[in-house]
């Protein structure tokens, strides 16, 4: 906590390409309301994002336009502090030491660390394997209270705590051990739109499933129309109406109406009607953001200085920890 009392909470997003409406749901639209609540550190996890193959150039783009789609999104460099992972050092100099009280045997178990490695069989390594010890490092630096994330990566946060308590043990109270945070609200995970079983991923090989926060208007009109329903003709959210509580999820996030507003707006009315009131709210509430991110990745200067403070902010609370972990493990500091 800090002297205000406000608790700490510590989030990332990877800059590993296209950002869809779901990890905007999901993740980055919570961020813009917690900065108000919480003490927030936000960073751009570009070290985790190299443990699958990126070209570089990609790789360097996408972390100013994250950086830029933050802000754009309504996230408050002067209230939070929004860095880039790599520019804080610390991450990597925790990990070493987390991981010499991690086992091969907790990492390889993880899920993601399975998935990963059948998915990119060709280039499972170290890295893949240490992501979680990495993520560790992230969130311990930093005494976060509080970690919202997504279902994926539950497994890790418990790790997190698991490595937290581990090094709390052997070496004393170091680490705050964390706990995840779950969003009030509008929690939805949002699904696929062309099959609302699956969660919806910028890598799914259909690109109708998904709805990326860069898209047009005519083409997120046109992904909304195509969008899976369900037998029946009514708005309705229900468990055996999977594709249109999914629509409804999306269009309450997007209009701030509850979903009673929304299935009264629509009674009466078919899922054409309200597959394009969808289609056209998620494009209205994207356009001024779309507008905001543009004009930020034209001002470089302005996002280098803001990069550039935050690490700064960041480096000096991580630092302060790194020291104290560095002198509970005997390193020698001099005097
Ligand atoms: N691994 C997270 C993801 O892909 C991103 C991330 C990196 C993160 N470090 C973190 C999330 C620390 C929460 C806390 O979604």
Known sequence: MTEEGKKKLFSAVQPSGAVTIGNYIGAIKNFVTLQ???DCIYAVADLHAITVRQDPAALRRNTLELMALFIACGIDPNKCILFVQSHVP????????????????????????????AKHAENVNMGLMDYPVLMASDILLYQAALVPVGADQKQHLELTRDLAIRFNNRYSGTFTVPEGYIPKGNGARIMSLADPSRK???????????????????????????????????VRFAEDKPGVSNLIAIYTAFTGKTIEETEREFAGKGYG??????????????????????????????????????AEAASRIARKTLSKVYRKVGFYQGE
């Open 200 to 234: 919806m991923s910028k890598s799914d090989d259909n690109p109708n499933a998904f709805i990326t926060m860069s898209d047009d208007r005519d083409t997120i009109i046109r992904k909304c129309k195509r969008a899976v329903t369900d037998s029946g003709n009514e």
């Open 90 to 117: 610390a991450h990597c100099e925790l990990t070493w030491v987390l991981n010499t009280i991690a086992y091969p045997g907790e990492l390889s178990r993880m899920t993601q660390f399975k998935d990963k490695s």
């Open 36 to 38: 108000d609540e919480y």
């Open 273 to 310: 009607d309200f597959k394009l009131a969808v289609g056209e709210a998620v494009a209205d509430a994207l356009a001024p953001v779309q507008a905001e991110k543009a004009r930020l990745c034209k001002d470089k200067g302005y996002l280098n200085q803001v990069m550039k403070e935050g």
